[in-house]
Nanobody, 127 residues
């Protein structure tokens, strides 16, 4: 069992940066794929980024590629999402999630694969 708690959200002006953290409980988090998803009001939840347990492999949504960086520190049981050059369209509730299966670039963007979810943290980008 893994419990996830996000933090680091807030209000930022366009062009600014935020770093989200995802603190995990459970000894097996280091072996899980970690992902970040977001959901804006009136929209479906969408994939943002994912990282393999070893940090060797990552994948990003096209909308955030080059601006966001996903990382993890397994010794601290914590994952991160560094968000730079933020845009108003990045406004959403951001969720971290963990998947027990192996990283697969072809399906990692599917939220249904992820077994554990945090409660979300609000990110608001003003224009």
């Amino acid at each position: 069992q893994v419990q996830l708690v996000e933090s680091g959200g807030g209000l930022v002006q366009a062009g600014g940066s935020l770093r989200l953290s995802c603190a995990a409980s459970g000894r097996t988090f280091s072996s899980y794929v970690m992902g970040w998803f977001r959901q804006a009001p009136g929209k479906e939840r969408e994939f943002v980024a994912a990282i393999s347990w070893s940090s060797v492999t990552t994948r990003y949504a096209d909308s955030v590629k080059g601006r966001f960086v996903i990382s993890r520190d397994n010794a601290k049981n914590t994952g991160y999402l560094q968000m730079n050059s933020l845009k108003p369209e990045d406004t959403a509730v951001y969720y971290c999630a963990a998947d027990r299966r192996q990283f697969s670039s072809t399906v990692v963007a599917d939220s249904a694969r992820f077994d554990y979810w945090g409660q979300g943290t609000q990110v608001t980008v003003s224009s």
